[in-house]
């Protein structure tokens, strides 16, 4: 039950920091200004309010009164009334009293004025109307066969300082809110920006010197993944270069090779040898590609349809069938993408004779699918394959030309632009290769 309730609280809760460390702040201050409010309303507002209509009904029950008494003169006595008191009042004899009465219990004042009028006149004796004049109160008191009819100001029942107390609490409030909106961005910004460095590091893009800021412990973090980063760059230069010259010094005792082989007078045995050192020739110009670095390419924005239509119509074979949606542009190293895909397409070639190609796009990410009815590969080798060097002998046969590196350097160039590779069983009966390429 209440890891229920918890896991429903914080599928409410915002998921950004920015937007969490504002509730931190906003919420109090929200909450102690509707505590402010509520106290105020209830015990200055509208005991205020309850005062003022209270003197208010009072006079008017005098004003009858004294009109009763018949010691004064009605006129001077109206006259009076409306001078010093503000109540303007007409006596309207034989006059039709019944009006339909607005019954607006959402209102305060209406609550208020009713109650009061009717703890002094009575229940039917009065008609009072608040809407119909902005600046003035309608009400009618039943008098023998007419009634009195009084126009006040609505500042006599409603004190004008609850107007101002709701001015004078929502301005700070917002103003407090929108300081701490400015200072929030300023602290949340360094972590966005630490965010989306990792983010591009992570997919192979070149990061230019990444300066921590904010908070102390911020800009610590932003300290240690740079120095990371740069061990990882320095880690992988390393390794390419080592790897990039065994290959570059190999090559010579292979031309060497080549010239003795040329000399041999056994034809069979030196075309035996030969094959060997061809052989060892392209496994080492398969481990200059790749050991070559991603990260010397700029990233550029293209077409990916023209891309691999271009690399559909460099093959001019018959059996490639395409399906591509025009127009989609992202955000890549072609050069590595182009490469990726030739590889895909290869090995489609090189192992059936029917080739599907498709590209798709899904919201913010685009799908390229290659099908084909070649052999295939085994469900439980779907992984093995993208390691490098792995060769699958029983399902491509025992081929020389290859040294597996092929798949290893596709799935390293997709997921450096955060993506994927996945291998299905393809509708052909052969191998389906699905690419995700993020937008």
């Known amino acids: 039950m209440s890891y229920g309730l918890s896991k429903f609280i914080k599928n409410l809760l915002p998921r950004r920091l920015f937007y969490r460390a504002l509730l931190i702040v906003a919420v109090p201050i929200i909450v102690l200004q509707i505590i402010i409010t509520i ?25 009858i009164t004294a009109y009763d008494n018949g010691k004064y003169n009605n006129n001077d006595l109206s006259g009076l009334f409306s001078i010093y008191l503000d109540l303007n009042v007409e006596y309207k004899n034989n006059k039709l009293f019944n009006k339909p009465l607005k019954e607006r219990w959402f209102s305060p004042v209406d609550r208020t004025l009713r109650r009061e009028l009717k703890s002094k006149f009575g229940n039917g004796n009065y008609w009072f109307n608040t809407t119909s004049y902005k600046e003035l109160i309608h009400i009618n008191i039943k008098y023998n066969q007419g009634y009195f009819e009084f126009f006040i100001p609505k500042d006599r029942v409603a004190s004008t300082s609850a107007r101002m107390f709701a001015l004078w609490i ?34 192979g893009e070149n990061i230019d010197e990444y300066r921590p800021s904010g908070a102390l412990e911020i800009r610590k973090a932003g300290l240690e993944f740079d120095k990371m980063r740069k ?88 059996n490639i069938s395409k399906k591509l949606i025009p127009r989609i542009y992202m955000n890549g190293r072609k050069n590595l993408i182009q490469r990726s895909l030739n590889n895909i397409i290869d090995n489609s070639i090189k192992y059936a004779d029917k080739v599907n190609i498709e ?24 992984h093995n394959v993208f390691k490098p060097f792995y060769k699958l002998d029983k399902s491509r046969g025992n081929s020389k030309s290859s040294v597996g590196l092929g798949l290893s350097i596709t799935s390293d160039i997709i997921k450096s632009h955060g993506g994927n590779v996945v291998l299905e069983k393809s509708p052909l009966n052969g191998l389906r290769v699905k690419v995700f390429l993020p937008l």
């Open 39 to 63: 106290v105020f309303f209830d015990s200055l507002w509208i005991k205020t309010n309850k005062g003022m209509t209270r003197a208010l009904v009072g006079e008017m029950k005098t004003f």
């Open 170 to 203: 929502t301005l700070p409030a917002l103003l407090m809110i929108s300081i701490a909106i400015i200072f929030l961005k300023n602290q949340t910004r360094p972590i966005v920006n630490l965010a989306k460095a990792a983010e591009r590091f992570g997919k």
């Open 231 to 318: 061990r990882i760059v320095r880690h992988l230069t390393q390794r390419s270069e080592m790897l990039s010259g065994i290959s570059h010094d190999l090559r010579t005792p292979l031309t060497r090779l080549k010239l003795q082989l040329s000399f041999i007078k056994d034809e069979e045995l030196s075309k035996k040898m030969s094959s060997d050192v061809d052989e060892m020739e392209k496994m080492l110009n398969e481990y200059l590609q790749f050991t070559s670095s991603t990260y010397l390419e700029k990233d550029e924005i293209f077409d990916i349809s023209e891309l691999i239509k271009s690399i559909i119509d460099k093959y001019d074979n018959n």
């Open 359 to 382: 590209l798709s796009k899904k919201n913010n990410s685009v799908m390229i699918t290659v099908d084909d009815n070649g052999i295939g590969v085994p469900e439980d080798e779907y």
